[in-house]
């Protein structure tokens, strides 16, 4: 039986409840990470942390652990569940409050960290590539919502997951209000253009993800050159390789988008490269 963590103790999962009038759960109210475990190493740990802390402090939520203690919460409840290779989903709500939005008349936020599996594709997605869409629903507007914030209120990303699901493909590009190339719904972007390494920047939209971080170093120690830039959809079509990156879903090839090939349409050698090097990293 799994145990959750719930503000400080370890409870089954069949006993980690939350009242329905917590802020996370009537409004969306909160923040999370997820993280990945590696041979009993939770990856970038530290990394992750600090981003929840940083959204906790763009949204005005106190969390009422430092640092060091939520990273200490999360190893013990790793050792607790004996995971060797696993999925852990930390979220921090606001707290119970009553039927209104003022975050003020809210009480004890809730600290929650969730250890268990997670595979999202299969692995012969990993070695023929996949196909993805253009999503018609567009990235948030960083003005209006900030997707810098890894917030509970995910609906814009599944509005766009939607239309994937409709066009019967695992994944959408989402644009910015300007027509650029973001993100993915879950998933960071890269292309490949004559040998250069090319990644939507951050004032694009997007979230820095620690697996996009984590490739990027990774193509820059292999002598890659590595671009933040603009990206639009005429890019992605005549680019030469494109995938994705992602704590779920690590390094994965994509090699159709909106019926055009990518590439050759197979998985590229620097896709393989980059991912066999993260694979080397994290020790699989």
């Known amino acids: 039986m799994s145990k959750i963590y719930m503000n400080g103790k370890l409870v089954e999962k069949a006993d980690a409840v939350i009242s329905v009038y917590d802020h996370g759960f009537l409004y969306g109210d909160g923040i999370f ?40 919460a999360v190893k013990d409840t790793v050792q607790a569940n004996a995971k060797k290779d696993g999925y852990i989903r930390l979220i921090v709500s606001r707290g119970v409050g009553n039927l209104g939005l003022d975050p003020r008349k809210t009480t004890n936020p809730q600290i929650i960290i969730i250890v268990d599996d997670i595979s999202i594709y299969p692995e012969e997605m990993y070695e023929k590539g996949m196909e993805i869409i253009t999503a018609a629903t567009i990235r948030n507007i960083p003005n209006a919502l900030n997707p810098r914030i890894k917030s509970l209120n995910y609906l814009n990303n599944i509005l766009a997951k939607l239309e994937a699901n409709r066009a019967g493909v695992p994944e959408a590009i989402m644009l910015n209000h300007l027509g650029e190339v973001a993100e993915c719904t879950a998933d960071n972007i890269f292309l490949v253009k004559n040998g250069v390494l090319k990644t939507p920047a951050p004032q694009c939209g997007i979230l820095e993800g620690i697996t996009r971080n984590t490739v990027m170093d990774l193509a820059r120690a292999e002598k890659i050159t590595v671009q933040e830039v603009v990206i639009t959809r005429h890019d992605v079509f ?46 699989i």
């Open 33 to 72: 990470e997820g993280i990945r475990i590696y041979n009993s190493v939770v990856f970038k740990l530290h990394e992750h942390v600090v981003r929840l802390y940083e959204s906790a402090k763009s949204i005005d939520l106190t969390i009422p652990l430092s640092i060091d203690e939520m990273c200490k």
């Open 238 to 283: 005549i680019a030469d390789e494109c995938f994705l990156t992602g704590t779920a879903a690590e390094v994965i090839s994509v090699v159709k988008c909106d019926g055009r090939k990518i590439g050759d349409g197979v998985p590229g050698e620097m896709t393989k490269l980059l991912r066999a090097r993260f694979r080397k990293f994290v020790g």
